[in-house]
């Protein structure tokens, strides 16, 4: 599988936005993980072109997805963004329509971008 472009990681500041991009056009299901420190890679958000939509519960209710008009950018917009959230975020997706956030089911990564909110 082709590896992921992904962007827009960065520094911000408590209750900021920040929104990542995820250049991933050749896939219908794209997701969002983050490591954060002292924690397990978890799930934040994986959504289809249908509009198959699963939420990690850390983040339901303050990030959102949304795709570009020809399909080939995934955005992951993050609003109130609180310091338990600095970590890095990982790009993730897989042929076919999401089904979960369980991370065996991703087969095309990218590289992580930082993400730091300051208190």
């Known amino acids: 599988q082709v590896q992921l472009v992904e962007s827009g990681g960065g520094s911000v500041q408590a209750g900021g936005s920040l929104r990542l991009s995820c250049a991933a056009s050749r896939y219908t299901c794209v997701a969002w993980f983050r490591q954060i420190e002292g924690k397990e890679r978890e799930g934040v958000l994986a959504?289809?072109?249908?509009?198959?939509?699963y939420y990690g519960d850390s983040v339901k209710g303050r990030f959102f997805a949304s795709l570009d008009n020809n399909k080939e950018i995934h955005y992951l917009q993050m609003n109130s963004l609180k310091p338990e959230d600095t970590g890095t975020y990982y790009c993730?997706?897989?042929?076919?329509?999401?089904?979960?956030?369980?991370?065996?089911?991703?087969?095309?990564w990218g590289q992580g971008t930082q993400v730091t909110v300051s208190s």
């Open positions: 959504n289809d072109w249908n509009w198959n939509t």
């Open positions: 993730a997706a897989h042929d076919g329509l999401c089904r979960s956030l369980q991370e065996s089911v991703y087969t095309s």
